[in-house]
């Protein structure tokens, strides 16, 4: 059982950044690959970024590319979702899942978090 919880979320204006980061515990977050989505209201759930379980392998919707770059510190347990150049779409709930291996299937992700928001004011 693996157990993540998001944090980093907020208010940003356009054109700023923010952090997330997916913290795990139970078992070991080496060992699964993690994906970002987010989720907006009458929406699916959509892929944001994917990283497998040593970060040799990413996966980056095309919305997202150039801006948003995923990364993890498997000794911390942590993987994060860096947001740069931010736009009013962007704006969703994101949440952290963990997979055993890479795909943008959101039915795949075995454990999820309970997302944070990010909000982008134009």
């Known amino acids: 059982q693996v157990q993540l919880v998001e944090s980093g979320g907020g208010l940003v204006q356009a054109g700023g950044s923010l952090r997330l980061s997916c913290a795990a515990s139970?078992?070991?977050?080496?060992?699964?690959?993690v994906g970002w989505f987010r989720q907006t209201p009458g929406k699916e759930r959509e892929i944001v970024a994917a990283?497998?379980?040593?970060?040799?392998?990413?996966i980056y919707a095309d919305s997202v590319k150039g801006r948003f770059t995923i990364s993890r510190d498997n000794a911390k347990n942590t993987v994060y979702l860096q947001m740069n150049s931010l736009k009013p779409e962007d704006t969703a709930l994101y949440y952290c899942?963990?997979?055993?291996?890479?795909?943008?299937?959101?039915?795949?992700?075995?454990?999820w978090g309970q997302g944070t928001q990010v909000t982008v004011s134009s």
């Open positions: 899942a963990a997979n055993v291996a890479i795909t943008v299937v959101a039915a795949a992700y075995r454990y």
């Open positions: 139970g078992r070991t977050l080496s060992n699964y690959a």
């Open positions: 990283t497998s379980w040593n970060g040799g392998s990413t």
